[in-house]
């Protein structure tokens, strides 16, 4: 069975510091992958999706980014965070090829900054 | 573009008693539907969804929704609720088929039981 793992849990970090988010998949091999943020009483808001190693495309301007140095790893960083990056972070992933949609979450990282 | 309307935003219920929570999208063909639960501080897991055909979906723990295209909505029901079905729950509008897993999410419905 396919799992997903996300890490760290929980993170607060000071205004201008560094971020790095990490997610695995396993139990299947090229998987779409996805970031989400999901910000307080709000719904999901799609930052990044890739379609396999180093193909990554950004659905809204902003100071992340994302990366996916192997077929199941999947970054989101910061160089410099801002307030405004606070929020729930989830990580999910969706089968290609006959592509039901259906998306598979991690349990989150709740990112703090101050 | 797509959107997903969850119009409400909180919702109270009796234990025992029924459920429905509503969602409006809009898209300009044939929609990918979901409804998901979130659990706090923890990720959503898919309880149903519509591509095609029946127009009634049965999904996980009891649910079910009804596509209404006329209407443009994919409501979710449940019978009988339970304390454990307490938690917030999104619907969803997926892009094209390639696309499917770029969904576009509701605000969310938090759902509170009470016993």
């Known amino acids: 069975s396919q799992t997903i793992h996300q890490w760290p849990a929980t993170l607060v970090q000071p205004v201008g510091s560094p971020l790095s988010l990490e997610c695995t998949v396993e139990?299947?091999?090229?998987?779409?992958l996805y970031w989400y943020r999901q910000a307080a009483g709000r719904g999901l808001q799609l930052l990044f999706y890739s379609i396999g190693i180093d193909q990554i495309s950004s659905e809204v301007p902003q100071n992340l980014s994302a990366s996916r140095p192997q077929d199941r790893q999947f970054i989101l960083s910061s160089k410099k965070l801002l307030l405004s990056d606070s929020g729930f972070y989830l990580c999910?992933?969706?089968?290609?090829?006959?592509?039901?949609?259906?998306?598979?979450f991690g349990e989150g990282s709740r990112l703090t900054v101050l | 573009a797509q959107s997903v309307t969850q119009p409400d935003i909180h919702i109270t219920v009796s234990e025992g008693a029924s459920l429905e929570l509503r969602c409006n999208y809009s898209?300009?063909?044939?929609?990918?539907l979901f409804w998901y639960v979130q659990s706090p501080g923890q990720g959503l897991q898919l309880l149903l969804k519509y591509f095609s055909g029946d127009t009634l979906v049965q999904g996980i723990k009891g649910f079910e929704a009804e596509f209404k295209r006329s209407q443009s909505s994919f409501n979710l029901r449940k019978p009988s609720v339970h304390w454990s079905d307490a938690a917030e729950y999104f619907c969803?509008?997926?892009?094209?088929?390639?696309?499917?897993?770029?969904?576009?999410f509701g605000d969310g419905t938090t759902l509170t039981v009470k016993p």
């Open positions: 139990g299947t091999s090229n998987p779409n």
């Open positions: 999910a992933w969706s089968f290609k090829g006959t592509n039901t949609g259906e998306l598979f």
């Open positions: 969803a509008v997926g892009r094209t088929n390639t696309n499917a897993g770029k969904s576009t």
């Open positions: 898209y300009g063909a044939t929609p990918y």
